[in-house]
């Protein structure tokens, strides 16, 4: 009798919620509403592309049995006076119930814009549809730009696909004078149509009521595709197999000359069928002058735009927000560097002076400093009696000493205030713009403004921002951005250290510090830009309106990365610290100080000291620059010599885990001819500033 | 040999050799309105007798009397095809069957004109060239053409999209899908540090060889 809940076989298993839909819709935060907090990000198998994984609230499943007990008692009224006597049951039924939910699985894909893919973000979105087949989709539209929506909308509609569509922000689409009639979209789809703000969770409890129910196939909307393309289209769909999505959007998919398709085709036709597959196609792209895939995109745009004109009313607003006036502020020719040097003043002493300083004083020297590590040292010291263990703990270079404190008590500040800076920055639709502004200097270097987001990051941590370079599109801009971050941007760590000996000089030093550095960054990225090959990708770029930014969805966003930090930055501190540990054993720090003693002493001028402060640098970067710091706290090094070793360090080597971060995304042969490159490069360098400024000083001091 | 077909077969030479394929065994004539049947490969030779053609090692080349002849002809067609999906708004299929026969017989004094009222387009719909008629043609622009390219707005104009050419599909894919598409109209706000424009409700932000690949119609 109570079998009748919900059918085990539809509802369990690998049942899959996939969240689709464009570029900053809101997906993320309806994902965050539907999945709580337990999110897994991973790479789509052989992308760059993350997709987040997480599992149905446990919330929801409670509101759902809620509403089935709801049906159930309005069924089955007399029964409900006997429920105090089954309390066990229930009990045991909730056990159940829970069992059997838990094993819905929401996908958060990628934001895309068209199903025939142009970017991997859209081949993986497809692939997800076409192969995984997710029991249940949801669509986020944003309301006030539902064109570009309903484009997806027909292309699922197309596939067959069941889906709920969740037409997102009409809070902005009203402000808009955009009035979307929700019921005859509904009725035109034939799925459910949900209105939802969801960073106030207005209407989310529906939108998730309504995607697990719907299993229904959504109504096919006619598109006026040119006669050639629906006739081989018919042509196409006898010869095509079963599939989780409808042969016809296989058939058009194939016809726009999806080139990801080929190696499918390779697997599932014997030679001759295929060969009549292609002769088809073949015959549709001779038969148009543009590509066949812009014809069928138009007619989908113009079916969109034909339904939209039935279920959409605008009223013309000419009136422009605050919100719309600052959005066009901030990428005005000269406003908006004004807006850019705010926006870096703010980062740096919200970063730099609170985070890597204030933050870190106190958990470093406070906390670290005068309780955890005594409190360690005292622990291992009683625990092990081995001395060479003892070392390895808690000693100089110690797993505990250096690598626990260095990567919890001064980096994690820092990315976590840099995390929450860079979040609000992005959620309050701040990046594109700031991408905008600087998009001339990068173009002029041959990359695209958006590698200016990754290169900001690598003020917070290096390690951290070659992972981000993810977000290129291509190979070779992640690659250019790769190098510029390992040779030439300072962490924050390392650039509190170098700006606390430049104050110590003077105002024209640092200039020539920055001066030196910015310029080598710009003529190594021409270079670099020159020298990889591929195309620099387009400058395409949505801007998506300014935001107040929802301190809830910030918090979210960092302690998912802080825990990104923690379980892949972290190790590799540890790593690092060890590999310091083992070169301290061996005595390797003297023999390489006097290997390299004629360069360093000849060639940069600088005292064999300094080969110390450089190695300590590759293995942490702000520790070489705290090595300078301090001979030049002792008078060891005039100012010619200090601004020498400071280039040297900005420019030298990436710390060691920088450089397994670099292993990790790019491979080792590519980390290794890196650093044959920054190695003998930032000597060089240091050296050509050397003998320049001590030429033009005429003396030596 | 019709002179309609000889202009057809020109056509299509000139394509191929845009194509970078010039070989008599792959041209395929596209247009086929009142040429009937025929045998291309008698007509090629045919056409070489005549002196508009040389036919060597599988290649096809032109005269200089062919070329001259096939660059006009091409100049025709693209510039009617232009005139009919541009400013008559007729369908891309429609208008290339159209131009076809408009090759034969516009005047060269209204192709002309035809290329003036246009503000002398340098390609056609599909991002093909057109010819360029005149000597010294190339420098003259209009003080405000029909159509237009989104570089030469001015900011806080507003426009209605005419069609793209993009150098690549992707991009046009792209522009597609974030509603640059023939027929809307979009808002001009910004040409540095890049050029910002507005679709509905989206706001786009892109380099100046994307924008100078989509041409508009100026509607203030």
Redesign the interface.
């Known amino acids: 009798m109570h079998r009748h809940v919900a059918n085990p076989a539809e509802d369990t298993g690998s049942a899959t919620i996939a969240l689709i839909g464009n570029p900053n819709v809101g997906k993320s935060v309806v994902f965050g509403y539907l999945t709580g907090h337990y999110v897994i990000v991973s790479n789509y198998p052989g992308t760059t592309v993350e997709i987040a994984r997480g599992r149905l609230a446990w919330e929801h499943y409670r509101a759902l049995r809620g509403q089935n007990r709801y049906q159930r008692s309005a069924r089955q009224r007399p029964n409900r006076g006997r429920r105090g006597a089954h309390h066990g049951r229930t009990l045991r039924r909730s056990h159940a119930f829970r069992r059997r939910h838990a094993a819905w699985e929401v996908i958060d894909t990628p934001g895309i814009?068209?199903f025939?893919p142009?970017s991997e973000d859209e081949l993986v979105t497809r692939n997800i549809l076409m192969n995984q087949t997710p029991a249940r989709i949801l669509q986020v539209a944003?309301a006030?730009?539902l064109?570009?929506g309903l484009?997806l909308s027909l292309q699922l509609a197309e596939m067959g696909l069941p889906y709920t569509l969740c037409l997102n922000m009409t809070d902005e689409?009203q402000d808009?004078g955009?009035t979307i009639d929700a019921l005859a979209l509904s009725e035109e789809l034939g799925v459910p149509v949900v209105e939802t703000i969801a960073t106030q969770k207005v209407g989310l409890d529906e939108a998730r009521r309504r995607v697990l129910d719907t299993k229904s196939r959504p109504k096919e909307v006619p598109i006026p595709y040119?006669?050639p393309i629906k006739k081989a289209t018919e042509e196409l769909i006898p010869l095509l197999p079963e599939m989780p999505i409808s042969r016809k959007s296989l058939a058009l998919m194939l016809l726009s000359g999806d080139a990801t398709l080929t190696a499918w085709m390779g697997t599932t036709f014997d030679e001759a069928h295929g060969e009549v597959i292609r002769s088809i196609i073949e015959r549709i792209r001779?038969a148009?002058?543009?590509?066949v895939?812009?014809?069928i995109?138009?007619a989908r745009?113009r079916a969109a735009?034909q339904l939209l004109e039935r279920v959409v009313q605008q009223r013309e607003t000419r009136l422009i927000s605050l919100t719309q006036w600052l959005?066009?502020a901030t990428?005005?020719?000269v406003g908006?560097f004004a807006f850019v040097a705010a926006v870096l003043t703010g980062m740096y002493y919200f970063v730099g002076v609170f985070g890597a300083g204030t933050l870190v004083d106190w958990l470093e020297e406070g906390l670290f400093g005068s309780y955890i590590i005594p409190g360690l040292s005292w622990v291992v010291e009683t625990i092990f009696p081995w001395q060479l263990l003892r070392d390895l703990l808690i000693g100089e270079f110690g797993l505990l000493s250096m690598a626990l404190s260095y990567s919890i008590a001064i980096v994690l500040p820092i990315v976590g205030t840099f995390f929450i800076a860079f979040g609000l920055l992005e959620d309050s639709g701040y990046l594109?713009r700031l991408?905008?502004?600087?998009?001339?200097l990068f173009?002029a270097m041959g990359l695209?403004?958006k590698a200016v987001l990754p290169m900001v990051l690598g003020l917070g941590c290096d390690t951290m921002a070659t992972m981000t370079t993810r977000i290129l599109d291509n190979r070779k801009e992640r690659l250019v951005v790769t190098l510029l971050l390992a040779l030439g941007v300072p962490c924050s760590a390392q650039l509190g250290v170098i700006l606390g000996m430049l104050q110590g000089i003077s105002i024209g030093a640092a200039a020539i510090w920055l001066g030196v550095v910015a310029s080598v960054i710009f003529i190594v990225g021409y270079l670099a830009a020159k020298a990889i090959p591929g195309q620099s990708s387009?400058?395409?770029?949505?801007?998506?309106?300014l935001r107040k930014p929802v301190i809830g969805n910030i918090v979210i966003k960092t302690m998912a990365r802080l825990e990104w930090y923690l379980r892949e930055a972290v190790p590799l501190f540890f790593l690092g610290t060890f590999l310091l540990f083992v070169i301290d054993r061996l005595h390797l720090l003297v023999s390489i100080e006097s290997a390299t003693a004629p360069v360093v002493q000849s060639f940069l001028g600088l005292p064999v000291e300094a080969t110390a402060a450089f190695i300590m640098g590759f293995l942490r970067r702000d520790y070489g620059a705290a090595g300078l710091f301090l001979l030049a706290r002792n008078g060891q090094l005039d100012t010619i010599q200090i601004l020498v070793s400071l280039v040297v360090i900005t420019l030298f080597m990436p710390c060691i885990a920088n450089l397994f971060m670099i292993i990790k995304e790019h491979g080792l042969r590519v980390a290794l001819g890196m650093s044959a490159f920054i190695l003998p490069f930032a000597i060089l360098v240091g050296g050509a500033v050397n003998w320049s400024l001590r030429l033009l000083n005429g003396v030596v001091p | 040999m019709k002179s309609h077909l000889i202009d057809e077969i020109l056509e299509t030479v000139w394509v191929a050799h845009e194509d970078g394929r010039p070989e008599a065994a792959t041209l395929e004539v596209k247009c086929r309105h009142d040429v009937g049947e025929f045998d291309l490969q008698a007509c090629l030779q045919e056409m070489e007798v005549a002196g508009l053609l040389v036919l060597k090692e599988g290649r096809v080349d032109f005269t200089d009397e062919g070329r001259t002849r096939a660059r006009n002809i091409i100049r025709r067609h693209r510039l009617a095809q232009r005139l009919l999906m541009d400013v008559l708004d007729v369908s891309e299929i429609e208008s290339e069957e159209m131009a076809c026969q408009f090759e034969h017989f516009l005047s060269e004094e209204v192709t002309d004109k035809v290329a003036a009222f246009l503000g002398y387009p340098r390609v056609d719909p599909n991002g093909r060239p057109i010819p360029s008629g005149a000597p010294g043609e190339e420098t003259i622009e209009l003080v405000k053409p029909l159509i237009t390219r989104l570089t030469r707005l001015s900011v806080g104009e507003r426009a209605r999209v005419a069609f793209l050419t993009p150098s690549f599909h992707q991009r046009f894919d792209r522009l597609v899908a974030f509603g640059i598409n023939p027929g809307v109209v979009l808002d001009l706000h910004q040409r540095t540090p890049a050029y910002v424009v507005r679709v509905g409700e989206t706001e786009l932000a892109l380099d100046p060889e994307i924008a100078d690949e989509i041409y508009v119609r100026p509607l203030t």
């Open positions: 814009n068209n025939i142009t944003d006030k730009n064109r570009r484009l689409a808009r955009i040119p006669e001779r148009f002058a543009r590509s895939s812009v014809e995109t138009q745009m735009a959005g066009r990428t005005h020719p908006g594109p991408s905008v502004m600087m998009n001339r173009k695209n403004g387009d400058f395409l770029l949505e801007m998506p309106p």
